[in-house]
């Protein structure tokens, strides 16, 4: 029953390739584990979890960790964007693009130059 209740929640995990996923119940309580990425993945995660079952849900557990701290994201350019929408996708402000520029500055000559299929940084908030 809580599994089909938070299922939008496990097929997330599943799209993001979450590792060492495991999916138990016990109690009444459904106990899910596994390894994100990123922080942006992890939070990805914890906002369906809010979205399904509440601020403070009390039938899920969660314990997910993140493989790589140093980042707040990868992100592959897509045609149409600029760093300013880059930045409010990930942080809710488009001036935080400096940021981004900074952080890929090694691979960014110009904020105002980005193209489809560049990897960049997007660094800890």
Do not use: C, R
Not at 41 to 58: F, P, Q, R, Y
């Amino acid at each position: 029953m809580l599994q089909a209740k938070y299922q939008a929640v496990l097929e997330l995990g599943e799209s993001l390739a979450i590792k060492d996923g495991d999916v138990t119940e016990e109690n009444g309580v459904l106990k899910v584990k596994g390894v994100a990425k990123t922080p942006y993945e992890k939070n990805l995660l914890w906002d369906k979890i809010k979205e399904v079952g509440g601020e403070s849900a009390s039938d899920i557990q969660a314990d997910i960790s993140v493989e790589n701290t140093s980042v707040y994201h990868h992100h592959t350019v897509v045609g149409g964007e600029t760093l300013g929408k880059i930045a409010k996708h990930y942080y809710g402000d488009a001036m935080k693009y400096k940021d981004i520029f900074a952080a890929n500055s090694d691979v960014l000559k110009n904020p105002d130059v980005i193209m489809p299929g560049q990897e960049l940084i997007i660094p800890n908030p």
